[in-house]
């Protein structure tokens, strides 16, 4: 009976083979061409009747019936749909159209092709799949990676039981994965990449003992680590990169998948210590577990894993902040074959070991940024002969860069930034010619800026800014003709701009802001064509502006506080694309135009050019006065205008008599009282009562930005330094305004972060009258502070934000405060408590980063006692504001950090929900934390700050998913127990692990 089916089979065949000839595939093959569209159709040109069918180009065939049994159009670029008529090619085995443009759907009749193994669509547009394909029994191969497939995952897939590889990567699946996949025993490689595949992975595919590849990498898998996983001891390489898995890993992890290679678990929730077994996986050649939330140290036992090349662990809370955190380094010695390391944004501390010199010789990347890493960079760093990232900003090293770093002529990216390094720029770092970025920016260097670094032929970005930098900028720097970003601001440069500042034609952004620069704004800055951004502000630049209305791209341009001159630039009210022009302070004069920009007061601001006059009301500048033609005598206005200011001048002259006879006397008498100008000896240069009054004209109402408990702060110009600056004049009849004044010069004479609002100085003299006058002077914040951006319906119109902080915005500026209290609190020389944290205490500048101020009721807690403490609250009759300050100070708690993070999670909750704790809405047991917490999860959106939901957050953006995680966070910050507040250390962590999160969300949604 048997051999009687076998003759039946083959007779079958043979009448298939003759019922089908190679006619009837040349004539599927046609249609086929027909389909495709005709500009691409001339690839397929040899398709004729003048061609044998078999030399047609991609076409393969069988030796016995010359039937078509493979066809290799793949990376042809072939566009239009795929013809119903490849289902007629019976003898067909691998059909490969990948690396195309096909769009359409995939047709039911490819589930005719019953001898099919191969079937390779990747890289197309096609659309669904159809359910005809599962009758393809024979599959050994099914790649449709990168299409529009756009549907839940068919339960059919689990008939195709002979599958080695299946990839439906890329293709916008949905839904969960079905159990079905367990099906397919046979499967060696496997891959849902980059789909919004949910849930969990099934515990059937702990049947896929033969899989070698998985790769589940970008999607919304959620819940804990899967068990799953831990039964596919066949695994060489796992990807579950951007999913939402959580838990803790098994420490025996290493034991139970002793074949990886490669295993990737980035960007996910995973928490818990590193296993400690991972050094027995021998064949281990890739790790990445960055951006989770693991805790411990980093293994010595790596140093075991001979085969390793990549080791990826940063954004993560490894490290203690201690010695032997980076005792890991030198293990990582034995590892010949390491080629990157990256461990940065982590709570890595010690200091820096020499040993990193010793380091594999093939290595190209070191990142060590965003830790606590203290002592200097290696002398013999150059031994590291094929870096070419060599990353180690924001940490706290010092010293300065050492002679070697002139040898490691392959390096590509060399960043130092916010550290404490010292000295001069070294010219031999212009030896380095295939830089291609330097990052220098908030250090101490000094001297000059070697001219050698215009040997950089690759250079995009250099950014020196904020150091101690003097003379000239270098001509040479501007022969880098690739530089998109230049910034040398906050140094103090002399001399002009250069003249052949047009060559770089790829600039985008230029900031040479507050520097000591001088001279005329170079007319080739018009040549410029890709500026965006033009910070010119705080020097002594003179002349009028030149011609740049070439440059059609400019959003920003802010040429305050200098020495400019001339009439205001008519092209700036047409430059369509500017955003911001800041002209203030400057020397500009005649009538401002109304049009274009020039009638919008939020984006254009001249305030301090008392020439300028007209303009829109908004702008709230004089009115202008011209002279009648064809009459000898002026208009009535004028005239009205002279009489009154002859008067006001006498009687000026009469009472600056008087005060001066008065002030002879009263300083005659004060004079062994009068103390210097400023008790702050490492701050700049002293500055008198005198001087402040004529830089906010006599503490003028119209320079009033602000008042507080203590005080009020003025706007002012200090001609000296042609700087504006923000002066905080105390209130001495105010009980213990004169101790704010000295808790605050006490806090922050020796802190440094970029995150403080600077105190320059502090004047403590008499005034006029005789009387005791006591001001502290700071950096002026462009942007206000962020209680106006929170609440803009409190503020004046002239002064109210354009628009309102984006939910990313937003969270920066929380991870701005929570570092800078981080610093406060761990890493000042002794202890701070600030006491004030709310929103009008946070002010932004251009860029709107925060900065905390007013440290009027900060306490340095390592100097003095409790009792010391007490008194001072007492004494001064305040303990913080209401509704921020933390619960235990109402009942004579002890201050401790612990209520600056209570007042961090109340700010952090107000900054995303749009109400203050002091709303109307609350009251009794009803507080800001449980209206927030009685919402979440499910009705997260309806707690939130609505601008946000409204402010450019595309479909597809987890909103409410990023919502909920910073309001936990921020409720965690609030507990009742000073004990169970998170370290503000942990809080800014979790805030940028939100923000990576949510900005690969962000760019995921984008496609």
Known sequence: MRLFLLLVFSALILLEAYRFTDE?????????????????????????????????????????HKRVTGLYLGGLQLGGV??????????????????????GTIPQEVGNLFRLRQLFLSYNFLQGVPASLFNCSR?????????????????????????????????????????????????????????????GVPDDLARLTQLVFFQLTSNNFSGAFPLVFYNMSSLEKLFIIGNGFSGSLRPDLGNLLPKLQGLHMGNNDLTGAIPITLHNISTLQSL????????????????????????????????????????????????????????????????????????????????????????????????????????????????TLPYSLGKLSGLGVLSVYSNRLSGAIPSFIGNISRLVKLYLYNNSFEGIIPPSLGNYSYLLHLNMAYNKLTGTIPHEIMQISPLVLLRMSNNYLT?????????????????????????????????????????????????????????VGVREVDFSNNNLSGSMPGYLANMNSLENLNLSINNFKGEMPRIGKFKNATIVSVFGNINLCGGVLEMKLNPCFQQVRGTQHFSLSKKVVTGVSIG????????????????????????????????????????????????????????????????????ALLP????????????????????????????????????????????????????????????????????????????????????????????????DVASVLDYLHVHCHEAIAHCDIKPSNVLLDDDLTAHVSDFGLARILLKFDQEYFLNQ?????????????????????????????????????EMFSGKRPTNELFGGNFTLCSYIKSALPEQVLDVADEVILHNGLRIGFPIAECLTLVFELGLRCCDESPANRLAMSEAGKELISIRERFFRSRRRARH
Not at 26 to 55: D, M, T
Not at 151 to 177: C, F
Not at 667 to 694: C, V, W
Request: charge should be neutral; aromatic fraction near 6%; proline fraction near 3%.
């Open 24 to 64: 009837s595939d040349k004539k599927a093959l046609l249609e086929f061409k027909s389909q495709v569209s005709g500009a691409k159709r001339v690839v397929l040109s040899s398709w004729n009747s003048s061609f044998p069918l078999c030399s047609w180009t991609g076409v393969t065939c069988g030796r016995k």
């Open 82 to 103: 795929i013809s119903p008529s490849i289902g007629n090619l019976s003898f067909l085995i691998t059909l490969n159209l990948s690396d195309n443009s096909f769009g």
């Open 139 to 199: 599959l050994l191969m099914l790649d449709i990676f990168s299409n529009h497939l756009g549907q839940g995952i068919p339960s059919e897939l689990g008939s195709l039981t002979r599958l080695v590889l299946l990839d439906l990567g890329r293709n916008k699946l949905r839904g969960k994965l079905p159990a079905s996949l367990g099906n397919l025993t046979s499967l060696r490689e496997l891959s849902f990449a980059e789909n919004n595949i949910e849930g």
């Open 288 to 399: 990445a577990m960055e951006s989770n939330s693991l805790t411990g140290g980093i293994l010595l036992s790596f140093g075991k894993l001979q085969n390793l090349r990549s080791l990826s662990l940063f954004s993560n809370s490894l490290g203690s902040r201690s010695n032997g955190d980076l005792d890991f380094l030198g293990a990582l010695t034995n590892c010949t074959q390491l080629k990157s390391v990256s461990v940065a944004n982590n709570t890595l501390g010690g200091d820096l070991p020499t040993s990193i010199s010793n380091l594999s010789k093939n290595l190209i990347e070191l990142t060590l940024e965003m830790n606590f890493i203290s002592g200097s960079i290696p002398s013999d760093i150059g031994n590291l002969i094929s870096l070419q990232f060599f990353q180690v900003g924001n940490n706290l090293l010092t010293g």
């Open 495 to 551: 001399g002009s701009l250069p003249q052949d500042v047009g060559r770089l034609t790829s600039l985008v952004i230029l900031s040479v802001a507050h520097n000591k620069l001088s001279g005329h704004i170079p007319e080739t800055m018009a040549k410029c064509l890709s500026v965006e951004e033009l910070y010119l502000q705080g020097n002594s630049f003179d002349g009028s502006i030149p011609d740049i209305s070439g440059l």
């Open 648 to 715: 006001v001048l006498l009687l000026l002259l009469l009472f600056i008599a008087s005060v001066s006879l008065c002030w002879f006397k009263i300083r005659k008498k004060n004079m062994a009282n009068e103390a210097t100008p400023s008790t702050l000896g490492t701050f700049h240069e002293q500055i008198s009562y005198r001087d402040l009054r004529n830089a906010t004209d006599g503490f003028s109402s119209s320079n009033l930005i602000g008042s507080g408990i203590f005080g009020t702060v003025f706007k």
């Open 720 to 815: 000296a330094e042609n700087k504006v600056v923000a002066v905080k004049v105390l209130n001495l009849q105010r009980r213990g305004a004169m101790k704010s004044f000295m808790a605050e010069c006490e806090s922050l004479k020796d802190v440094r972060h970029r995150n403080l609002v600077k105190l320059l100085t502090a004047c403590s003299s008499i005034d006029f009258q005789g009387n005791q006058f006591r001001a502290l002077i700071y950096e002026f914040m462009t942007n206000g502070s962020l209680d106006m951006w929170l609440h803009p319906e409190e503020v004046e119109e002239i002064r109210r934000p354009s628009r309102t902080l984006t939910l990313l915005e937003r969270l920066g500026i929380a991870i």
């Open 873 to 909: 609250l007492s004494s001064a009759g305040v303990r913080g504001t209401i509704g921020y300050a933390a619960p235990e100070y109402g009942m004579g708690g002890q201050i401790s950090t612990h209520g600056d993070v209570y007042s961090f999670g109340i700010l952090l909750i």
